[in-house]
């Protein structure tokens, strides 16, 4: 079975300073890695996916997250935040291939603050 | 990407009733996900739902309570039968694009 820890609930940050929302998944097999994120009282919007390939994945609204296999980590990074990045995120594994039951983490509210 | 379109965005109902929630997609898809979001939680699985075929559903959830529709490949229902305060929690249905999830702008349920 699989499984995401999102180990931190809450993360503060300064604007304009850089965030690392930390990621680890437990899987035996080859996965598919996700970040969603979700603005207050809005559904869930896909950041970045890994599938394969280049460990660094670039997603939207300039956040990147590094795939690391040794230490089945994940971990979401921008080098500078805004104000309107406050939301919550959430990690997500699958197994690969199409059609795959999503595994969530718990999410990780990011509260940037002016 | 897929768009998709939830509906009702909000809806407060009586204990006992029951609620249809509807999801349409702009292209044919073949599986829909219905997820459940408890307040303050993260998504959990309720079912997979296949055109033609009956939906297949998480640990802890069953038809009765949880009956979903998959009339065409660009439609479902999820029904919430004989609610209680407990079911409050927003929905969302989910479909697959290049092994990306896309999710609809959920449901909040809110069981009185």
């Known amino acids: 079975a699989q499984s995401v820890t999102q180990l931190d609930s809450q993360v503060p940050v300064f604007e304009e300073a850089p965030v690392e929302l930390r990621c680890n998944y437990s899987s035996s097999v080859s996965v598919y890695l996700f970040w969603y994120v979700q603005y207050p009282n809005q559904g869930l919007q896909l950041l970045l996916k890994y599938l394969s390939g280049s460990t660094l994945v670039k997603g939207i609204n300039g956040f990147e997250a590094e795939f690391n296999k040794s230490q089945t980590s994940f971990h979401l990074r921008k080098p500078s935040v805004h104000i309107s990045d406050t939301a919550e995120y959430f990690c997500?594994?699958?197994?690969?291939?199409?059609?795959?039951?999503?595994?969530f983490g718990t999410g990780t509210k990011l509260q940037v603050i002016p | 990407s897929a768009v998709i379109s939830q509906k009702p965005s909000r809806d407060i109902c009586q204990r006992g009733t029951s609620l249809t929630i509807q999801c349409q997609v702009d292209?044919?898809?073949?599986?829909m996900f219905w997820y459940r979001q408890q307040p303050g939680q993260s998504l959990t699985l309720i079912a997979t739902a296949n055109q033609g075929s009956e939906a297949t559903y998480e640990s802890g959830f069953v038809i009765d309570k949880f009956p979903i529709s998959r009339p065409n490949l660009t439609f479902s229902t999820l029904t919430v039968s004989n609610m209680s305060p407990e079911d409050s929690s927003i929905y969302l249905c989910s479909v697959e694009i290049n092994y990306g999830y896309t999710f609809g702008s959920g449901t909040r349920l809110t069981v009185v």
């Open positions: 997500a594994v699958s197994s690969p291939g199409g059609y795959q039951k999503v595994t």
């Open positions: 292209s044919q898809v073949t599986m």
